[in-house]
């Protein structure tokens, strides 16, 4: 299982690389997503994996019994996707400003800031 | 005593929350001063206790580390947060005269006191999940800062900040993941003790460079500094300010950090990595700096270079060199928020920054020139000033391990320095205005005046204060590098005496 996950984290880095590597800022971001989510992926799987030990406490008992699922990954996890959720959604809001406000989505025509001739400015 | 560890955190946060609900109204802009100087109390009151009773931890909901999350303030956390809530009430005066009731509206002293609020926690916590959880708070709250005004630089600015932002950010989490695959514990102190019994000590270096390169990102380092001198010229003034003074900062102090409590088992790798990125950050920045016109872009790049000094002090790994980098976080940060709220005035007054089009400064605004020379001659490391005491600390750990060559570097990239500074002055100060303009400071209303030149001229009070007095900063910078160098006040501090 671990195997399978590694190769599927793998196979969403490489994705993730190609989209970002395209000047479009819309792809970029798009690379952006699949890359969290292979981190996220990352640390679940980091924090080792177990089936059907789902990691409750029977009552009157203090201890879990051993060898259940390890909790603290996912609640890191969860952690992880609700912030991603709240940049990203940031993120595709100034991707839309600056679509609408500079008319471009190409990253080499994207130079206000920085214009090519400012020697004298 | 715990209540003293996160009320500087907590201060920020309660005066978002008022100045929210009251940014319709001129009062909302007092509270975020009240709130900063608030502040300022709490992070004194912390650095009092700190250096009476040497590193105190507080555990959230009293659930005892390693398993809860944890705060610490040592020596250097604390002097973080107060040099942050100095800057921060510098700040806050500063953009009662120049934010828009506009701006105020769309929630700028809120977002304000939130990055505060995310970059003390930043500096205060214990537990390396945390401390990316702090990293978000600081870098949605900045991106808001960033481009609030919605002008068509601060967008294309803010496109390739938050881009290159959300790179790191990923990479800080992945490290993370793989880190407490390695050890299964998050508490840095733990780690500190974990990462001995870890088998794979090659893999253990190769999640160092991940956290390396993250928060080089942050640092901005060589090559990773893009990003800044493509938009802290873009927001307003109080903004650059507060992003120059802090958020890279925040990045050097998560390097010293970690590379002190965590990484420190294959220095021969990690600090050598280290020492070349200091030094070609150092050049680079001020290199490029030295090709800008710009009153704002030559400062963005400045802090690039001045970024490999602190680099540099954390990569020679001995006592006096961290003690330099310490003293030179501390001056940075007065320094350069400074020279941002100056060049704010310099645009109020000339009605630009960039260098060819403004003049006359000396002759019309010598109060101005004054309070320029400061920050700008300390930023060269000129006696007396602090900026002189960090270099000196510096060069002379280099030179004391025989680092010929990087020492050298540093006194060139310090000529250097004075030659953009000088650039500056001879543009914006000496030569008369193009236009004929005569910038007086009359120009700006008496209470403008006031709330305008009253935080530059306290920064610069405190620059010339490090200057003549530099004796008890360097006594505790001394102190701040033996306790990063010997971790076991820290780790003992977490978690209790162990057998």
């Known amino acids: 299982m671990e195997t399978l996950l590694s190769l599927t984290i793998g196979l969403l880095v490489a994705a993730a690389v190609y989209l970002m590597l395209a000047r479009n800022v819309l ?66 809001v100034l991707v839309f400003r600056a679509y609408t406000t500079l008319g471009t989505l190409n990253t080499d025509d994207m130079r206000v800031a920085e214009p090519q001739e400012e020697a004298d400015r | 005593m715990s209540w003293l560890v996160v009320a500087p955190i907590l201060v920020p946060f309660a005066t978002a929350i008022i100045a929210f609900l009251l940014r319709e109204r001129p009062l909302g802009r007092w509270i975020s001063v009240a709130g900063s100087a608030l502040a300022l109390l709490a992070a004194g009151l912390l650095m009092a206790q700190v250096l009476g009773q040497g590193v105190i931890a507080a555990q959230m909901g009293n659930w005892a580390a390693p398993f809860g999350i944890t705060f610490v303030a040592d020596n250097l956390s604390a002097v973080m947060v107060v040099i942050t809530a100095i800057a921060g009430l510098a700040v806050a005066i500063y953009a009662t005269a120049e934010i828009t009731p506009r701006m105020e509206y769309l929630g700028y002293h809120t977002l304000f006191q939130v990055l505060l609020a995310g970059v003390t926690g930043a500096f205060l916590t214990g537990d390396i999940f945390n401390l990316y959880v702090w990293f978000e708070v600081m870098l949605i709250a900045s991106f808001g800062l960033l481009i ?25 989490l992945s490290a993370i993941g793989l880190l407490y695959g390695m050890t299964g514990t998050l508490n840095m102190a733990d780690l500190a003790v974990t990462v001995g019994q870890v088998e794979n000590q090659g893999l253990l270096t ?49 390097l010293i950090r970690v590379f002190t409590l965590i990484f420190d088992r294959d220095i021969g790798y990690t600090h050598t990595v280290l020492l070349w990125v200091a030094g070609f950050t150092m050049v680079t920045g001020v290199l490029g700096a030295a090709a800008q016109m710009d009153f704002r872009k030559i400062l963005s790049f400045h802090i690039v270079s001045q970024i490999g000094y602190m680099v540099l002090g954390l990569a020679l790994f001995t006592p006096l060199a961290l003690t330099g980098a310490v003293f030179y976080l501390v001056h940075h940060i007065v320094v350069k928020a400074n020279l941002f709220l100056i060049a ?139 306790q990063l160098l010997d971790p076991s006040s820290y780790v003992t501090a977490v978690l209790g005496e162990r057998p």
């Open chain 2, 148 to 172: 609030l005004g919605g002008r068509p630089e601060q967008i294309d600015g803010g496109i390739k900040y938050v881009t290159l932002n959300l790179i790191s950010t990923v990479l800080f």
């Open chain 1, 27 to 92: 792809k970029f971001l798009f690379g952006m997503i699949l890359l969290s989510n292979a981190a996220n992926l990352l640390i679940f799987t980091a924090g080792r994996l177990t089936f059907g030990e789902p990691p409750l406490i029977a009552a009157g008992e203090k201890l879990p019994p051993p060898g259940v699922a390890n909790a603290l990954p996912q609640a890191l996890v969860l952690t992880a996707i609700v912030i991603g959720f709240g940049l990203f959604a940031f993120a595709l």
């Open chain 2, 344 to 482: 704010g005035v310099v645009q109020r007054l000339t009605g630009s920054t960039g260098l060819s089009r403004i003049g006359g400064l000396y002759t019309h605004a010598p109060l101005l020139a004054l309070l320029f020379l400061v920050p700008a001659f300390s930023l060269a490391g000129f006696p007396p000033l602090s900026g002189f005491w960090a270099k000196f600390l510096l060069i002379k750990a280099a030179l004391g391990v025989e680092g010929w060559f990087i020492a050298f570097l540093a006194l060139a990239v310090g000529l250097l320095t004075i030659y953009s500074m000088t650039k500056i002055w001879a543009e914006a100060f000496w030569k008369p205005h193009p236009d004929g303009i005569e910038p007086r400071i009359a120009m700006l209303g008496r209470a403008e005046r006031w709330r305008l030149l009253t935080p530059i001229a306290g920064l610069a009070a405190l620059t010339v204060t490090i200057g003549l007095f530099p004796e008890p900063f360097v006594q505790f910078a001394e102190a701040t590098a033996a």
């Open chain 2, 206 to 254: 190769v999640v160092a460079m991940m956290f390396m390169v993250a928060f080089g990102v942050k640092a901005a380092v060589f090559p990773l500094f893009f990003w800044l001198p493509a938009s802290y010229h873009t927001p307003a003034f109080s903004v650059s300010a507060v992003f120059a003074g802090l958020l890279t900062k925040v990045g050097v102090y998560a």
